[in-house]
Nanobody
């Protein structure tokens, strides 16, 4: 059974950096779009970033809230997607979820096939 497992979360001071990893297993995800969502306490889950499959040009999307600070990348050989987060702010505090689907991952829906369990990111001010 295909699974996604996030790692790399933790506690960091404002202005610091973290790198999240999402390791996929159970199938090859190179033909899948992959991405990151986050959910802060009391708020709806929102898209952070996504990257299309290699066959679709690995096009990247970023939420306006993180554009210029976060970078998404993928290593198909390792079946892994990364989220490099720089210049972190207290408002970035949330549980971050990895997601994968054969269709493009965009905002406005949570209807995607695979989800990880999430990793907590806490930014102290």
């Amino acid at each position: 059974q295909a699974q996604l497992a996030e790692s790399g979360g933790g506690l960091v001071q404002a202005g610091g950096s973290l790198r999240l990893s999402c390791a996929a297993s159970g199938r090859t995800f190179s033909m899948y779009s992959m991405g990151w969502f986050r959910q802060a306490p009391g708020k709806e889950r929102e898209i952070v970033a996504s990257i299309h499959s290699s066959s679709s040009g690995s096009i990247k999307y970023y939420s306006a809230l993180v554009r210029g600070r976060f970078t998404i990348s993928r290593d198909n050989a390792k079946n892994t997607v990364y989220l490099q987060m720089n210049s972190l702010k207290s408002e970035d505090t949330a549980v971050y979820y990895c997601v994968a689907d054969v269709k493009d991952i965009v905002g406005g829906t949570l209807d995607y096939e695979y989800w990880g369990q999430g990793t907590q990111v806490t930014v102290s001010s």
